[in-house]
């Protein structure tokens, strides 16, 4: 789930996490999902922004939510445990709730393997072998070009088209993830996006940063 408002789902326009009309009416009831749900990390501002986090921690369970994540935010974690607590022992949250999500959660780790031990989440010694899969990489290539969508069209342009203006100087700033400097591949690697663009004829121009501006392309 995101933090995010569809007042076309909820009319109340409560945020997604913590929106009973989106997790339990439309997701477990009109999809039939009975799986894991859980919530982006609890710690993002259009949350926060909202609510306390112990507060929105019990809202969410109430609407259908299985997992909260806070990362490694470990005094929060006392806060939303002892919220939730306090919860179960006033009332306001059902111990038939809590049963429920917990059924989720285990129902997960049984069909991973994780109960009885025959298997695990992660296989440390396969990692670099899945990593470097072609037919997996086929797959994430696949979903990459679908997933793309142009927001905006320039009129008289191609609806397809970048719009670019032409003869103009294109920059490209890009945070350049782990995954994509321990591949390195032609699929995922520093620049992809740039050298796409100079291909197609674009005079563009490209940085890449973590933290600091430490590469431009091309040199």
């Known amino acids: 789930l995101a933090h995010s408002i569809y007042p076309g789902i ?36 259009g949350l926060v922004a909202k609510y306390e986090v112990a507060e929105a921690a019990i809202k969410c369970v109430q609407a259908g939510v299985d997992l909260i994540l806070l990362k490694d935010e470990n005094a929060l974690r006392g806060e939303v445990y002892h919220g939730l607590l306090d919860a179960v022992r006033s009332g ?46 086929q797959v994430a290539a696949e979903a990459a070009a679908k997933s793309v969508v142009v927001l905006r069209k320039q009129e008289g342009r191609h609806p397809g088209a970048f719009p670019l203006k032409t003869n103009a100087r294109v920059f490209v700033a890009e945070e350049v993830s782990l995954l994509m400097r321990r591949l390195n591949n032609s699929l995922a690697h520093p620049g992809a996006l740039l050298n796409a663009l100079q291909g197609r004829g674009v005079d563009a121009v490209g940085i890449d940063f973590e933290g600091t501006f430490d590469t431009i392309w091309p040199l």
């Open 10 to 45: 909820d009319p109340e326009q409560e945020i997604a996490t913590l929106s009973q009309a989106i997790i339990t009416d439309v997701l477990r009831d009109e999809l039939g999902f009975d799986g894991v749900v859980m919530t982006d990390s609890f710690t993002m501002g």
């Open 92 to 137: 306001r949250l059902s111990e038939d709730r809590l049963e429920e999500a917990v059924t989720h959660v285990l129902t997960a780790k049984a069909r991973c393997g994780l109960l009885d031990g025959t298997y695990g989440i992660v296989d440390e010694t396969n990692i670099e072998a899945a990593l470097r899969n072609p037919e997996h990489a």
